[in-house]
């Protein structure tokens, strides 16, 4: 099986930047789609940005282009989200998810749907204060 494990969350002023860390433990070879979602208190999850782990391919959602960047360390089975210029509206407990499987959307990019990931890891919380 899969565990994925989140760290690296934490509260930080406006303008402020951190780093998400997600490690995989077991049968983690062939988890070729990785992403990060987040749910803020009262809304659905959404997806913040994907990652295909065979080549490196990226997707982020509109809100957090230009701010957070998503990359992987396979030596350490790693997944990262370096989060930049953070915002209030960015607070939410962030998750990092898996699957052995990439979709993608209509346009070509790689899904965000939290559906099409199997393993998830236990979230980590985000602050971000005014």
């Known amino acids: 099986q899969v565990q994925l494990l989140d760290s690296g969350g934490g509260s930080v002023q406006a303008g402020g930047s951190l780093r998400l860390s997600c490690t995989g433990f077991?049968?983690?070879?062939?988890?070729?789609?990785m992403g990060w979602f987040r749910q803020a208190p009262g809304k659905e999850r959404e997806g913040v940005a994907a990652?295909?782990?065979?080549?490196?391919?990226?997707y982020f959602t509109d809100s957090v282009k230009g701010r957070f960047t998503i990359s992987q360390d396979n030596a350490k089975n790693t997944l990262y989200l370096q989060m930049n210029s953070l915002k209030p509206d960015d607070t939410a407990m962030y998750y990092c998810?898996?699957?052995?499987?990439?979709?993608?959307?209509?346009?070509?990019?790689?899904?965000?749907?939290?559906?099409?990931?199997?393993?998830w890891g236990q979230g980590t919380q985000v602050t971000v204060s005014s």
């Open positions: 990652i295909y782990t065979g080549g490196g391919k990226t």
């Open positions: 998810a898996a699957d052995r499987v990439c979709y993608y959307s209509n346009y070509g990019t790689l899904s965000l749907t939290d559906t099409e990931y199997n393993y």
């Open positions: 077991g049968y983690t070879y062939s988890l070729y789609c």
